[in-house]
Structures are given as structure tokens and as C-alpha cells.
């Protein structure tokens, strides 16, 4: 049963207009969420991430929001530029014991922004 | 190093052959991460070494695989006997700081290793 659900294999946008990605998780244990993009070829590269204590963290073009009433997050890239074509994941992380906890991964979705 | 590197980038295997793939992880990054990403799908959790101690293996698919990390720097996984399901891409990834704390959630990944299992 996957914990971090990202519903929307693929999202084209437009340049200059506003990509929003979505994440939706079902463990209400999770206590810090992270957005990784990956390019081709390339291992995925952490670009924000937000507390739980928190609901919205933002960093130049990219805020991330966090609803945990809805266990919903999503990231905002205002304005999107060709550059940011890539995959996003979306990733969850629950802390416990001592030792630090793996983060779990959504599949996915690849954005596409056109000039 | 700069980064995390990882080899060999790409693997094709014989149904059967036993296969190791290297991780070399920034320089002095205590927490090492190995992740088996398959096609369309995101990353997913094999195991966890903190310095040279294994405290997480639950993400292991088999005990076909196995992971080291002798002197708490480079790291093998190490998979016996391959199969066709075991095709993917192998991530490592590090980050320097153990337990709580935002800075312990970020990982850094290296490329991955591409597997096929013909």
C-alpha cells in the first residue's frame, strides 16, 4: 500500500505560469516532507522541504504547503521556466527510535514547462 | 569527494550472476542510504548504514542481497544469484548528520546504478 501518493504521472505548464504538484499521503505518523527533482541520467536532487509543525515553507520560486488535516502537500513554482523540466517526488519521512528513518517516495510526476 | 559517486553506471547481468555495485559517499557523511528505484516508479528503501554499523536492513527484498560498509566510508551491495526483477536502478545516497533533526532529512544522491538482469 503506497504512503506517499503522487496521482498525476504528468503536468505540462506553460512558461512564466505557475506549476503545482501534488502529494497526498496516508500516515499520519510522518513528520517531515521533502520535494527531490531529478533530470535524466541524474540522481534526484533535494529542492525544499517543510516541518509538520509548519504549513508552508518558501524558498525564491518554491513554496511548498502543507495541509495535515487533508494529509496533503503541494509545491508551487512560480513563474516555471524550461529549466525546471524534470520528475519531482514528493517524499515522506517519519522519525523513530534513535537512528535516523528512511524517506519513503511518491512515483512521481514529471513536469514539462514549454517556452 | 564533490558528490556521491556510484559504479559501475551500468550493469547487464546473466540471469544467475552475482553482481556488486560501489558507493562512494561524500567525504565524512556519516548516514549512507542504498534506494532500488524501478522503471516508473520513485526510489524505495533497501537499507541505512550510520558510520560502519548497519541499523536498518528491513527494506532488503532478499537474502540474495546484501550491503557493507567495512570501514564506514565506501559502501557494496552485493546481490546473489540475479533476477529479472532485480533489473533497476540502484540509488546511494549520504548525508553527514545521524538522528533527529531537519538537517538529518536531507540525503544527497549519487547517479544510481542501472541493473539488468537478462
Known amino acids: 500500500d503506497q504512503q506517499v501518493k503522487q496521482n498525476s504521472p504528468s503536468l505540462s505548464v506553460q512558461e512564466g505560469r505557475i506549476s503545482i504538484l501534488n502529494c497526498d499521503y496516508t500516515?499520519?505518523?510522518?513528520?517531515?516532507f521533502l520535494w527531490y527533482k531529478k533530470y535524466p541520467a541524474e540522481g534526484p536532487t533535494f529542492l525544499i522541504s517543510?516541518?509538520?509543525?509548519?504549513d508552508k515553507n518558501e524558498d525564491g520560486r518554491f513554496t511548498v504547503f502543507l495541509n495535515k488535516s487533508a494529509k496533503h502537500l503541494s509545491l508551487h513554482i512560480v513563474p516555471s521556466q524550461p529549466g525546471d523540466s524534470a520528475v519531482y517526488f514528493c517524499?515522506?519521512?517519519?522519525?523513530?527510535?534513535?537512528?535516523?528513518?528512511?524517506?519513503?517516495f511518491g512515483k512521481g510526476t514529471k513536469l514539462s514547462v514549454k517556452p | 569527494g564533490a558528490g556521491v559517486s556510484q559504479s559501475p553506471r551500468y550493469k547487464v547481468a546473466k540471469r544467475g550472476q552475482d553482481v556488486a555495485l560501489r558507493c562512494d559517499p561524500i567525504?565524512?557523511?556519516?548516514?549512507l542510504f542504498w534506494y532500488q528505484q524501478a522503471l516508473g516508479q520513485g526510489p524505495e528503501f533497501l537499507t541505512y548504514?550510520?558510520?560502519?554499523?548497519?541499523?536498518?536492513k528491513s527494506g532488503l527484498p532478499s537474502d540474495r542481497f546484501f550491503a557493507e560498509r567495512p570501514e564506514g566510508s565506501v559502501s557494496t551491495l552485493k546481490i546473489q544469484r540475479t533476477q529479472q526483477e532485480d533489473s533497476a536502478v540502484y540509488l546511494c545516497?549520504?548525508?553527514?548528520?545521524?538522528?533527529?533533526?531537519?538537517?538529518?532529512?536531507?540525503?544527497?544522491f549519487g547517479a544510481g546504478s542501472r541493473l539488468t538482469v537478462l
Open positions: 545516497a549520504s548525508s553527514p548528520w545521524a538522528g533527529h533533526g531537519s538537517g538529518a532529512n536531507v540525503l544527497t
Open positions: 500516515n499520519s505518523m510522518f513528520d517531515y
Open positions: 517543510i516541518s509538520s509543525i509548519k
Open positions: 517524499a515522506a519521512k517519519r522519525n523513530y527510535g534513535g537512528s535516523q528513518g528512511n524517506l519513503i
Open positions: 567525504s565524512g557523511h556519516v548516514s
Open positions: 548504514f550510520q558510520n560502519e554499523a548497519q541499523l536498518d
